[in-house]
């Protein structure tokens, strides 16, 4: 297949463009290397089965002729980083909304398969655990930044639907978990290369608030697996899913590990939220995806601990430094 990736070149971009290369596909990847850099596709890039586009979602008539030659297309452009979408707002808002009814727009025209990656965002902040997709979403305020995110990334996904629900196009959306594994930066704000990164530094590792919120870890290896497999999964179309793991841990439990698997002498130092982010602002205190749904389409089961993401994210940020 001929298969358009746009965020190719970004963290979880540049994992999927390698699985499909593997699998013998062609691929190309629309990406303006704002938070995507072109080392995540070094090696790869030959003009011929891996062609790089560097260029924005925006721009709709070059997104028009790349869908229009594409088999398939997932959508992955996108403002990422808690850190980066306080910064910078209106591109959050513009490049997620504006990009994604670009590439909508062409899908439709083409009737090409499209795939979104939303974001367990979406949920807000709502308490419940584990979060399963029909659960409703409890936004903040529009005052706080942080929920823009959460909102345009849940505007595409009702974008989405109602392509499926208006023409039958066949749209798949997934609920991306917290995501990590080689080649991720800790640069927008992503905990866990920030904390590799500074025990192997030997720095002070920055836990926000008091520690005792949590997440759910995946490697990119499983998600992208996920990614993979619902390209052939018709029950998928007009659904949305979750992928990630479910195995919880808080924030401070994770330090802890960090600095036990490098061996670092770091102090784990906690940092107000208004210190990190500013002043207003929310965390999430549990997000646990309910898996069900995706297990039961794609049989998806997470092969990968947070040991072994730990473990590949060092070693990798040790080879860096
Ligand atoms: N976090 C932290 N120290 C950091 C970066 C993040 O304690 O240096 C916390 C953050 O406040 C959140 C969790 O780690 O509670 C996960 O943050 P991340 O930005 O990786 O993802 P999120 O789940 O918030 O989107």
């Known amino acids: 297949m001929n298969i ?105 025209r083409y009737r090409r398969p499209f795939l979104l990656t939303s974001t367990s965002e979406v949920y807000g902040k ?40 208006e023409s039958r196009l066949p749209v798949t959306v997934v609920r991306l978990f917290n995501t990590v594994g080689p080649r991720q930066t800790g640069q927008y704000g992503m905990v866990i290369p920030s904390f590799v990164m500074q025990a192997l530094q030997g720095k002070p590792i920055t836990v926000y608030g008091d520690g005792t919120q949590s997440r759910c870890f995946a490697h990119v290896k499983d998600v992208v697996g996920a990614l993979n497999a619902l390209r052939d999964c018709k029950a998928a179309h007009g659904q949305v899913m979750n992928i990630g793991n479910d195995q919880e841990i808080t924030i401070m439990e994770l330090a802890r590990k960090v600095k036990e698997m490098t061996g670092s002498a770091s102090e784990i130092q906690l940092v107000p939220y208004s210190e990190a982010y500013g002043a207003g602002f929310d965390d999430m205190h549990r ?26 994210v060092i070693a990798e940020k040790r080879a860096k430094l």
């Open 4 to 108: 358009l990736v746009t965020g190719g070149a970004g963290f979880i971009g540049s994992h999927l463009c390698r699985t499909l290369l593997d699998e013998g596909h062609e691929v190309v990847v629309l990406d303006d290397l704002s938070t995507g850099t072109y080392q995540n596709l070094e090696g790869i890039e030959d003009g011929r089965r891996l062609r790089l586009i560097v260029d924005s979602v925006n721009n709709a008539q070059l997104v028009d002729q790349c869908v229009r030659e594409a088999d398939y297309v997932y959508h992955l452009a996108s403002a990422v980083g808690v850190r980066l979408i306080i910064d910078q707002p209106v591109r959050t808002i513009e490049s997620i909304v504006g990009g994604t009814e670009n590439v909508l727009k062409s899908c439709a």
């Open 126 to 165: 709502g308490s419940k655990v584990p979060f399963t997709e029909d659960d409703d979403t409890v936004m903040g305020p529009t005052s706080t930044r942080r929920w823009s995110y959460a909102c345009a990334k849940a505007l595409d996904e009702f974008l989405a639907l109602a392509y499926w629900v």
């Open 287 to 312: 997000r646990v995806p309910n898996l069900a749904k995706i297990r039961s389409l794609i049989g998806y089961q997470p092969t990968q601990s947070l040991e072994d993401i730990l473990r590949d």
